[in-house]
């Protein structure tokens, strides 16, 4: 055993027993539950609290399987200025969040055995959440030649999510060989689609806003062509494909298309998708710059429809934390992405739940059961019943607060809903029985 496993294991030793009272799991009917021993131990009403135990009131509050996130940028090995794996994770926890994966475009990249294990074994120590590294599917992210996706899956990072993500694989030979090749550990090729020469230059969505910005335009068919390609490939290959960030409705009508003709695709969906738009980019603050771009509000009506319909499968952050040197620029000279783990569970309930689009059993399924089980990981995004790990979230649904970034966990600030009026707090997250984050702060310990 490690030094760093045997303080884990010391830190994990008994929590005391829980009871969450008064909670509705699942939005569902009133039901108490215990958690001890790292597990779900009962879930019924009225149950009685066990000698030592620690009773949280949850009345009025959704209790939730803990929340998975299958598209984090925690940015370290490299990036430690933007986020670590301890305030990363720490965010993730205050989201909600159980587990994040995270993304393979680290300095240097997560293309081998060493680096995912390095990443995985940061997260066992931070111990805010599970984290799941993601593996790259060409070496260095050059798009080239594959990495060592089998050494990745043979590790004990145990990766089964492999992307290039910030960059797509655009060579479609190389992207049919990762699908052949993930089969035989039942991986999946996470892709970032996007053809870099249709969007070379590019600084936002490709329309009204943009001719009247006088900015280079990013075309919903940099993203639908590749998408389009993509299922064909994972059709012809028998793999699976899971597609990042769909931004467009006709990248839904696609995804759509493909799962009708039992294409084994999955699709994710960022909060900021589900409600910015391109008319964001006329302040021109670079908190808004994005990739895949704000798109129109036709589009996030779309990818809310398809969201509600299960033609896309999970909603996943992409949280993309930079320094503020990296987005307080010119709008051309400045990085894109957005935090998001924070605000994720607020967009998904003001955007969706709060207009009658998801129930919170939906809400389970898109941001906790479905991402686990694309990521392989049968810990977590388990059933609120007897025997699963106690990987637990209760949620006040009720509160309407003032986004304020400067709260976050995260060490970066780009959020894009600062200011905005957002539903929801976190009262509880629970990894394997201990408490993480309580009334909406990381604990100490
Ligand atoms: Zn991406």
């Not at 090995?77 to 969040?97: I, N, Y």
């Not at 590749?226 to 490939?233: G, K, N």
């Not at 429809?305 to 400045?334: C, F, N, S, Y």
């Not at 129930?359 to 609120?384: F, K, N």
Request: net charge negative; with cysteine; charged share 25%.
């Amino acid at each position: 055993m490690t030094t760093e496993n045997a303080a884990a294991t010391a830190a994990a030793a008994d929590p005391a027993p829980l009871l969450i009272r008064g909670g509705r799991p699942y939005g569902e009917q009133v039901q108490d539950l215990l958690l001890a021993g790292g597990r779900i131990e009962a879930v019924g009403a009225d149950l009685e609290a066990p000698e030592g135990a620690e009773v949280i009131d949850a009345d009025g509050c959704i209790v939730l399987p803990g929340l998975v996130d299958l598209h984090t940028h925690l940015r370290e090995p490299g990036g430690e200025e933007a986020e670590t794996v301890e305030s990363g994770t720490r965010a993730a926890a205050r989201g909600g969040f159980t587990a994040v994966h995270a993304m393979a475009n680290t300095t240097p990249v997560a293309d081998t055995a060493g680096v995912v294990e390095q990443v995985a074994r940061r997260g066992d120590s931070a111990g805010w959440c599970s984290v799941r590294p993601v593996g790259a599917v060409t070496v260095g992210l050059a798009g080239e030649r594959l990495a060592e996706l089998d050494a990745m899956a043979n590790s004990r990072a145990k990766v089964r999510v492999f992307s290039d993500d910030g960059k797509c694989v655009h060579d479609p030979v190389l992207m049919r060989r990762a699908l052949e090749y993930v089969k035989s550990f039942d991986g999946v090729i996470a892709q970032h689609a996007q053809d870099p020469r249709l969007t070379e230059g590019a600084q936002m969505h490709e329309g009204v806003v943009s001719a009247e910005l006088g900015l280079t335009g990013w075309p919903a068919v940099a993203e639908e062509s590749i998408i389009a390609r993509d299922v064909l490939l994972a059709q012809h290959v028998g793999s699976r494909l899971h597609v990042c960030h769909l931004s467009t409705a006709g990248s839904v009508d696609i995804i759509r298309w493909a799962k009708q003709r039992g294409i084994a695709v999955t699709a994710e969906v960022t909060p900021h998708h589900l409600l910015l738009t391109d008319e964001n980019v006329r302040q021109f603050d670079a908190v808004f710059k994005v990739n895949p771009p704000l798109r129109t509000a036709t589009d996030v009506e779309a990818v809310r429809e398809g969201l509600a319909d299960g033609t896309i499968d999970i909603v996943a952050t992409d949280h993309a934390p930079h320094p503020r040197d990296a987005k307080d620029r010119e709008w051309d000279q400045a990085a894109m992405g957005m935090t998001g783990l924070e605000t994720a569970l607020s967009l998904v309930q003001l955007t969706m739940v709060d207009e009658g689009r998801l129930s919170w059993r939906d809400v389970a399924r898109v941001l906790s059961e479905t991402p686990a089980e694309i990521g392989r990981d049968e810990d977590q995004g388990q059933p609120l019943e007897p025997g699963s790990p106690a990987h637990v979230l209760v949620w006040d649904p009720r509160p309407v607060r003032v986004a304020d970034p400067a709260e976050h966990a995260s060490l970066s600030r780009n959020s894009p809903f600062a200011g905005l009026e957002l539903p929801g707090t976190n009262r509880l997250t629970v990894l394997g029985g201990r408490p993480t984050v309580r009334e909406g702060q990381v604990v100490t310990r």
